[in-house]
């Protein structure tokens, strides 16, 4: 049968003007295109007539979901977006369609819409022939509030591993009790994305991990990134103490102003990543696997401190003990922290750094550390001492809050100068600062700390020494 033009035109002219269908019904259809895939849609209905884009504006179930289709868009462009969407779907929860050709760039598009995670509701990613999707309500279950908590950064390559093992498509998990759930992200990349952040990350901890020499990070990179996370409150950097080689400009000074708890672990610019953070309230400083035995390159510029150490005592790792020892110092006079605790696991610093130190952690309640070669001159620093001032000569200690003392695996010190240091500062805090003196003393695999010098020392300290 064949149908003239004529006849179709007066069926047409037959159906109601789509003007004329109620409110509702208009949004619906809107809604419901919104959905087909292609991101732009409501802002193409919105140019048909000033009817449908007062319509869309106003209705914010359109703007529910937000499609990001990354391929050959700038960042500004997905910001733009993003921003738009999120504020024309408030106050409903929206869900995140991200379809993504360049995986790198999951980091930066994210932190578009993490400032909002209290409406973010689903996520679902595609990359690769591969989809993840993501019920973020699900993870905080009935939680009446949503935290945004912990960011692990993986450097290697996504999805490398043919089997399926690495878990790189787990993006989020929770955590947290059940009143407050945190929400946290696991993210794996080849290098920290710090050019094409364009939000700041809110996370309280930060976990990188580096898994590959080629995958390294530069101080100056590691920096950068940083500055785009204000509200951390813990960090650790874990390393494969690669040395990053010369710094061909200073580093930029970042400033974490809530961080209370640093990681550096097996890693061979904490000079330069100690020596350019401002934490000033900085309670924790654990630094694990730092000492090496080859020659580091010199920093790029020379300051107060660098020469010789005048003690001239013994070390298997001189380099890295002087870059530890001037990050330590740098950061102290820049940040003046409230430290509280310092461990230092195979990390070694100079004696006169270690003097330095000591001098400045009025605090410190708290110093552990392993596989040391500090020498009898280092042990010597916790002897009382005496203070000439304008009332004359008194004594007074170093660490003065210092009460818990571990010592481990320290080879190149003397049992008996052990003992005639911590005999001779409990002499001292247990009668002039009682509730500021040595509470706990662990020495563990010290070879020359003999069971003689063990049973010398327990006649002062008693329970609070323990040997093994």
Known sequence: MIISTSTVYKDI???????SLPSELLIEIFSTCSLTGDWHIPLTLSKVCRLWRDLIVSAPCIWQTIVVLESRRTMSSIRTQAELWVARSSPLPFNVVLKLTDFERLLPI??????????????????????????????????????????????????????????????????????????????????????????????????????????SVRSPDLLRFLAHCPNLEHLYFHGLSNDEGALNAPPPFIALPRLHTLLLDQVCNQRSILSHLHLPALRELHLRHINVDYSLEP?????????????????QSPHSDLHTGMGIRKLLSRSHPPLEILDMDLS???????????????????FSIVGSDMS???????????????????????????????????????????????????????????????????????????AGNAQELSWDLHDRLHVS
Not at 13 to 19: A, H, I, V, W
């Open 13 to 19: 002219q037959s159906f109601p003007p789509f003007t």
């Open 110 to 215: 994210m932190s578009c819409f993490l400032p909002n995670i209290a409406r973010w509701m689903r996520c679902t990613i595609t990359y690769d022939g591969r989809t993840f999707e993501t019920s973020l309500s699900d993870l905080t279950l009935s939680s009446p509030r949503r935290i945004l908590h912990h960011l692990d950064i993986l450097l290697k390559t996504p999805f490398e591993d043919v089997a399926g093992d690495d878990e790189d498509d787990v993006i989020f998990f929770s955590c947290g009790s059940a009143t407050y759930r945190h929400i946290s992200m696991r993210v794996a990349t080849t290098k920290l994305p710090h050019t094409e952040m364009v939000n700041p990350l809110l996370f309280t901890s930060l976990d990188i991990s580096e898994t590959a020499f080629e995958y």
């Open 299 to 315: 920093y790029y510029v020379s300051e107060e401190g660098d020469s010789d150490d005048e003690f001239h005592d013994f070390s």
């Open 348 to 366: 070694d610093m100079r004696t006169k750094d270690f003097r330095w130190v000591f001098d400045k952690l009025s605090d410190l309640k708290q």
């Open 376 to 450: 009898d001159s280092v042990v010597a620093l916790f002897m009382p001492f005496v203070v000439e001032d304008g009332d004359g000569e008194r004594m007074s200690v170093r660490l003065p809050q210092l009460s818990v003392l571990k010592m481990y695996s320290c080879q190149q010190l003397s049992g008996d100068a052990l003992v005639r240091a911590l005999s001779a500062r409990v002499h001292y805090t247990d009668h002039a600062t009682p509730d500021a003196t040595l509470t706990r003393v662990v020495i563990s695999s010290c070879n020359d700390f003999t």
